[in-house]
């Protein structure tokens, strides 16, 4: 029994000291090759009225209740939500037809922040879509670890609001 307990001592440490030094930054990314202007990416990405065209978080949260500012689209553009796993709020920081969007996050009351983007590069006839999300989970112990489970979380989502995004501005039905 006591060997028992200073094995579990000895790895309940280790995942500690590891925690401890595990980087706590993080990014995720995924793209997508559209068949469009990045003008006419630009009229779902830009404006908060069509996200529910395209963005995944609904279909993952069904309860998720998303509240849109005054201010729609462009930059300053912002909305909120409530949904089972918590609460947040965007605002968008850049916005420009040829360019993409960049936007600013914030989860559970403003405890967790990062920064995201929506990027175009035109490819010929066609756009490459690149969503990135950059933080940092700098609370002790457990941030790198969720920092090192950002992208296997996320990195699924944008995959699905990319595939969307492409299906609305080719002009597919959803």
Request: glycine letters at 10%; proline letters at 4%.
């Amino acid at each position: 029994m006591k060997k028992v307990a200073i094995t579990l001592a000895i790895l309940f440490g280790a995942v500690i000291l590891i925690g401890l030094i595990l980087p706590t930054g993080y990014e995720v990314s995924r793209t997508t090759v559209i068949n469009a202007e990045p003008e006419k990416i630009h009229l779902y990405v830009n404006d908060l009225n069509k996200w529910d065209t395209w963005e995944p978080w609904r279909d993952e949260d069904p309860s998720l209740v998303i509240t849109i500012g005054d201010k729609t689209s462009g930059v300053g553009a912002n909305q909120s939500w409530v949904g089972k796993d918590g609460n947040g709020s965007l605002t968008f920081t850049q916005s420009s037809p040829q360019k993409g969007i960049e936007y600013e996050l914030q989860f559970n009351d403003g405890m967790y922040k990062c920064a995201a983007a929506l990027q175009y590069d035109k490819k010929g006839e066609n756009t490459e879509v690149l969503w990135t999300m950059t933080g940092d989970m700098s609370f002790p112990v457990v941030g790198g670890y969720l920092a090192l489970m950002m992208d296997s979380m996320a990195g699924p989502m944008f995959e699905q609001g990319l595939d969307k995004l492409k299906k609305v501005a080719e002009g597919e039905s959803n």
